[in-house]
């Protein structure tokens, strides 16, 4: 079973896709790709909007979306990627933008060094026992971070997600295979936005890593670890 933890497919709610008709495409491509479940996870800013607002701008988007799927589509749920700000670690209302019927979050870090200040911040809402995190495309923040702050990001209560599309180039793939190397990675995502903006559908990103003798159980893992996100098990030995 294939499950992508990260989409932005929704017409017309984020910087992903802009209509309706481009939500199709997203999702043709997906059944293409042997999709089988796909999370809608737009983006959430808490300084923008409330909880509530973003849930009835999602709900909406969907209920444009609903009278044109297909039979063959992936079966979808509703997430959001929330970006972190202090704020949060008290926002009461946060569990509501968990992985709906779960208590997982898909928490986006800021693009900036991952000082201290931040890392104690996630560890305080790993510490509020009313969620769990999955941290968003971990790869990317060794952009704006040094690996020393991600280890101690990735020591906390928590799981991480890396693009497919972060497999795709060499020096990335690299950064990823040393990330799925050090027990940090426990699911894909596609982060897909819009057709033609290069996206790649997770079933690539599981072919890469495969094709390494090392992972060659990865694909195996990492469904494992997707349905008990999905059923709200908890992951053995990491929560
Ligand atoms: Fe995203």
Not at 35 to 64: G, L, M, V, W
Request: hydrophobic residues 35%; proline residues 3%.
């Amino acid at each position: 079973m294939l499950i992508d933890f990260h989409s932005h497919f929704l017409p017309a709610i984020d910087d992903g896709s802009r209509n309706v008709k481009e939500s199709v495409g997203i999702l043709d491509i997906m059944s293409q790709s042997g999709i089988d479940k796909i999370i809608a996870t737009p983006h959430f800013y808490c300084t923008e909007q409330t909880s509530d607002r973003f849930i009835e701008r999602r709900d909406n988007a969907f209920e444009e979306l609903k009278p044109h799927l297909k039979e063959g589509h992936p079966q979808i749920g509703f997430g959001a990627e929330v970006l972190y700000d202090h704020s949060l670690v008290n926002y009461d209302k946060l569990p509501d933008l968990c992985i709906k019927g779960t208590k997982w979050l898909l928490l986006e870090m800021p693009y900036t060094d991952l000082d201290d200040k931040i890392i104690d911040g996630v560890e305080a809402i790993t510490n509020r026992g009313d969620l769990k995190v999955l941290v968003a495309h971990i790869e990317r923040y060794l952009n704006f971070t040094s690996m020393k702050r991600l280890d101690r990001l990735m020591h906390l209560e928590l799981i991480g997600q890396i693009n497919a599309k972060s497999l795709m180039s060499f020096t990335s793939r690299r950064r990823c295979m040393k990330l799925i190397e050090k027990g940090y990675v426990q699911v894909l995502g596609s982060d897909y936005h819009r057709i033609g903006r290069g996206d790649i559908t997770i079933d690539h990103g599981f072919d890469v890593i495969t094709k390494n003798k090392k992972f060659d159980d990865f694909a195996e893992y990492a469904e494992s670890n997707g349905r008990k996100i999905l059923d709200d098990e908890p992951l053995d030995s990491i929560l």
